[in-house]
């Protein structure tokens, strides 16, 4: 069980997009520079969150990727349920209707069996600590730490880069 | 990013053997039988269970499991962890030291990074909502839904099988 790190990739990039400030889409190459990341597999990475209006993406030698919105409306879970899909963590197989109990009615079963109410409710409390989660208030946290974050990337982004 | 069947026929099993309330090993084949699962691969399954000091094994003819404790002193993150190892869901490689930032100094990166407190935050509420939830808890609420589940297993117990 564990997070693709295209989560880690994903959500770094997003906030490396915000420092450039640029406003044209800004490569592969240059996002994944910023990381030390392999481009083609960071571009494969990235593909999910256009798909879920993250990011925007561009094709051609000029394109590359933009924020589609600002960090303050993108959290965590977004950037999760991009990369990792929809799906609950923990699916029921619904064992409970084998064996014992395999000649109770179906309705038997209409309530929801108390393990998975159980593992679900706990998974809850998970996914909306994610969504309780913005870019925007982590990056503000990044910077906290060291207030140069934005002028270093945008110092970075300015010199000469194949 | 998916739990393991084994969380799911972990805690079936060990309801089981809380209801079946027989003082001997039950065999993996009699578990198995229990929730229709395919009795090898349960019994692989199980054993992280006897690692973690949940269950008891004993080898032999007239071997299998039985509960180490009672199911009020077993929560759903000591099944969780037992089966998927104690790791967190969400690794963080550390990326943000190379790339734009590969010539800080490594006391730069001292404070852990903004993204990774906020996914290992959120990860702690759900492990926190699993701790809380005892087996004892659970089977409580499933008796609640079908008041006959320990009668009913005792039954199905005594009926001779092979
Ligand atoms: S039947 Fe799936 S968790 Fe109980
Ligand atoms: S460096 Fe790993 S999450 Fe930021």
Known sequence: M???????WAAHCCLLLDWMGVDAPVSTARLAAGYGLPPAY??????????AGILTSTAGKKGGFRLAKGLKDITLMDVLTAIEGPAEAFQCA??????VWGDEPASAFRAPCAIDTAMRGAELEWRRALAAQSLAAIQQNA??????????VQEWYREPRP
Request: proline content about 6%.
């Open 42 to 51: 960071l571009n494969k990475q990235l593909q999910p969150l256009v798909k």
């Open 143 to 152: 910077e906290l730490q060291a207030p140069n974050l934005r002028t270093q």
């Open 94 to 99: 619904e064992i409970r209707q084998h064996g």
């Open 2 to 8: 564990k997070i693709s790190e295209g989560v880690e």
